[in-house]
């Protein structure tokens, strides 16, 4: 079993930046694809960007450009950095990490406000 801890959300105006990171208990050298995932109010959770264990990584239109998404395997840490900041990117973040044999783990979230 991983557990997933984000940190890092918070308040900012449109704009700024900000940086996400996702503390796993376990080991994700194994798994097979790590990302993040956003949800805004009355929406449904839609993916942000993903990454492999080979470091492939692919990102919603909306983000691209903006957004980084990274892995440490050393240190058991998924990233994501936030630039260029919109208000439409209001949400509560998910970090996901997937089993090569599909098992999904999620986080609890972490909220990130963008103000206008």
């Known amino acids: 079993q991983v557990q997933l801890v984000e940190s890092g959300g918070g308040l900012v105006q449109a704009g700024g930046s900000l940086r996400l990171s996702c503390a796993a208990s376990?080991?994700?050298?194994?798994?097979?694809?790590m990302g993040w995932y956003r949800q805004a109010p009355g929406k449904q959770r839609e993916l942000v960007a993903v990454?492999?264990?080979?470091?492939?990584?692919n990102y919603a239109d909306s983000v691209k450009g903006r957004f980084t998404i990274s892995r440490d395997n050393a240190e058991n840490r998924l990233y994501l950095q936030m630039n260029s900041l919109k208000p439409e990117d209001t949400g509560v973040y998910y970090c996901?990490?997937?089993?090569?044999?599909?098992?999904?783990?999620w986080g609890q979230g972490t909220q990130v406000t963008v103000s206008s």
């Open positions: 376990g080991s994700i050298f194994s798994m097979n694809v």
């Open positions: 996901n990490a997937t089993e090569p044999w599909g098992y999904a783990y």
């Open positions: 990454i492999t264990s080979g470091g492939s990584t």
